[in-house]
Nanobody
Framework: QVQLVESGGGLVQAGGSLRLSCAASGLTFSSYAMGWFRQAPGKEREFVAIITRSGVGYYYADSVKGRFAISRDNAKNTLFLQMNSLKPEDTAVYYC???????????????WGQGTQVTVSS
């Protein structure tokens, strides 16, 4: 059974930092592209960042480029999202997801975690 478990969310002031983690089990982690997505209240789930199987390639939404960094440790089956210079508009539930194809469309991702709340106060 595939499990993706996010952690590291919380409440932070604007300008602060958080590091999210996503622990994967039940799948061959290094065979999957991974992504971070987020959903704010009343909004659609949106792409934040994706990373290739090897971790060499990655891509960011314009809204987070230069502030967020995605990475992975295939030896530890873990995905990360370092979030710096956080803004109130970054407030959302953050999800990690896995798929065999490297893409930004969340509707195509096969496996999902349950999410972790990130709240940025002004």
């Amino acid at each position: 059974q595939v499990q993706l478990v996010e952690s590291g969310g919380g409440l932070v002031q604007a300008g602060g930092s958080l590091r999210l983690s996503c622990a994967a089990s039940g799948l061959t982690f290094s065979s999957y592209a991974m992504g971070w997505f987020r959903q704010a209240p009343g909004k659609e789930r949106e792409f934040v960042a994706i990373i290739t199987r090897s971790g060499v390639g990655y891509y960011y939404a314009d809204s987070v480029k230069g502030r967020f960094a995605i990475s992975r440790d295939n030896a530890k089956n873990t995905l990360f999202l370092q979030m710096n210079s956080l803004k109130p508009e970054d407030t959302a539930v953050y999800y990690c997801a896995a798929d065999l194809v490297y893409r930004t469309d969340p509707s195509k991702y096969r496996y999902w975690g349950q999410g972790t709340q990130v709240t940025v106060s002004s």
